[in-house]
């Protein structure tokens, strides 16, 4: 990948995205024109009620569906006219993503949930066991490296999970209710060490969340207004 491209570059960048669903003789406009932009390094918090176009947002971003109009940037790079192979290289290499459930492989440890990524990636299993122990330490799971996920808490697959998205050292991540299916407590510990290994990382993120606690901890709160992205108004 040329890294050259993508200096001082945004590393997303969503431009008068449009996407409409069609169903028989039925059109729906889900988002008409939406901007958004990351900055390195910066949270951004997604509050939106179902329905407006959230999951089709992080969809776009994430280069899991083509806009109808307009274009998707990632650390630099018009997505639109890329191959399908392309599109996955850089899903892969660029964006990382973390969902209300885990997703974990059920019959792999802790540490290998995060060796995978990077070893489909082509980094060598020392170097990817390496950066999997890292970042599990970061997230306090050191002592359960070797832990398949049926033996963790909730919590702590969450935790893994992130780990994993963050493997690849993505530009951007992007962020489903990451901790929606965890108790407040719990919802609290993991989401302080995202965001603190987040913020380490420099990584862009876009966390969508109907917890306004949560989304008042982020850089800025934007939610989605007639197909638009528009900013929420810090609370006085």
């Known amino acids: 990948m040329n890294d050259a491209l993508n200096a001082g570059a945004a590393p997303l960048r969503m431009d008068g995205v449009s996407r409409r669903y069609v169903s028989g003789e039925e059109t729906l406009d889900v988002l008409r024109g939406a901007d958004l932009t990351l900055h390195p390094g910066e949270i951004v918090a997604l509050v939106a009620p179902s329905g407006t176009g959230k999951s089709t947002l992080l969809h776009l971003a994430g280069l899991l569906e083509h806009p109808d109009a307009g274009c998707v940037m990632v650390a630099g790079q018009d997505t639109g006219a890329l191959t399908d192979a392309r599109r996955t290289e850089i899903r892969r290499d660029r964006i990382g993503?973390?969902?209300?459930?885990?997703?974990?492989?059920?019959?792999?440890?802790?540490?290998?949930?995060?060796?995978?990524p990077q070893m489909i990636?082509?980094?060598?299993?020392?170097?990817?066991?390496?950066?999997?122990?890292?970042?599990?330490?970061?997230?306090?799971?050191g002592h359960r490296l070797?832990?398949?996920?049926?033996?963790?808490?909730?919590?702590?697959?969450?935790?893994?999970a992130i780990a994993r998205a963050l493997a690849n050292r993505p530009h951007v991540l992007l962020a489903d209710e990451p901790t929606g299916n965890l108790d407040v407590h719990t919802s609290d510990a993991v989401f302080d060490a995202l965001l603190e290994t987040v913020r380490a990382h420099g990584v862009a993120a876009l966390i969508a969340t109907h917890n306004m606690d949560l989304a008042r901890r982020m850089d800025r709160i934007v939610t989605l207004r007639d197909g638009l992205v528009v900013p929420v108004a810090p609370a006085t």
């Open 97 to 116: 993503f973390v969902y209300q459930f885990h997703h974990l492989l059920a019959e792999f440890t802790a540490r290998e949930n995060v060796m995978l």
């Open 121 to 141: 990636a082509g980094v060598a299993r020392r170097a990817a066991r390496t950066r999997a122990d890292e970042l599990l330490g970061l997230f306090g799971l």
């Open 146 to 160: 070797d832990h398949l996920p049926g033996k963790l808490s909730g919590g702590e697959k969450q935790r893994v």
